[in-house]
């Protein structure tokens, strides 16, 4: 029986192996994997960016951008 397809491969779909609901710090990925900003899951501001691969320290509260390390 052949491997499945992986997406993006010709005739590949959906992943076929479960994937993580959550990254290395226990938080939720964002429900578009797209860079970008999001609500911030550590709750401690309002949006945090996600770069498409992992949260960032960059963090937005009240219109201003700073940073705040995403594992403290």
């Keep these: 029986m ?13 992943s076929p192996w479960p994937q ?3 990254d290395p710090h226990g938080l939720p990925f964002p429900p578009n994997l797209a860079a970008g900003w999001y609500v911030d899951p550590t709750e ?7 770069d498409g691969r992992q949260w960032t320290d960059q963090v937005a509260t009240g219109g201003r951008e700073s940073t ?3 594992g403290s």
């Design 20 to 22: 993580p609901a959550t």
């Design 68 to 70: 705040d390390p995403v």
């Design 44 to 50: 401690r501001h309002f949006l945090r960016y996600w």
């Design 2 to 14: 052949p491997y499945p397809r992986l997406p993006g491969q010709p005739g590949g779909g959906p």
